[in-house]
């Protein structure tokens, strides 16, 4: 797959899909009870958010033409990053998508 075969259309209907196959019955409690496993701590996000969310992306993207596995993963969050670079929409879409698996992060600021 290639960015030529894979439009912008193509990605903000695969971003909107995994977002609502995240947000479906079957998967929010398992995701937001990760989540709260997790806290606000990235290691435990990656070891226990992050393997759930790749497995709803990966389930979403085969129907789009991807290689199952890891392989198709990368692949899909490469043309999704290169295709972001022009389309507003989609930078959001997949801004949205990631907050799922990257916990907030705070940046402390010195008072004056």
Known sequence: MSTSEFTVERA????NDVFEAI????N???VEEAKENAG???LKTMQFVFPIITQIQMDIIQ???????REGVV????IIRTL???????????TKVRSYFIPPITIPT???
């Open 84 to 94: 972001e670079k022009d389309d507003q929409e989609l930078a959001l879409l997949h």
């Open 63 to 69: 129907k789009y033409g991807f290689a199952e596995g």
């Open 110 to 112: 010195e008072e004056d």
């Open 23 to 26: 947000n479906s019955q079957e």
């Open 75 to 78: 692949q899909f969050a490469q």
């Open 40 to 42: 606000n701590d990235m």
């Open 28 to 30: 929010l409690p398992k």
């Open 12 to 15: 903000k209907a695969a971003l």
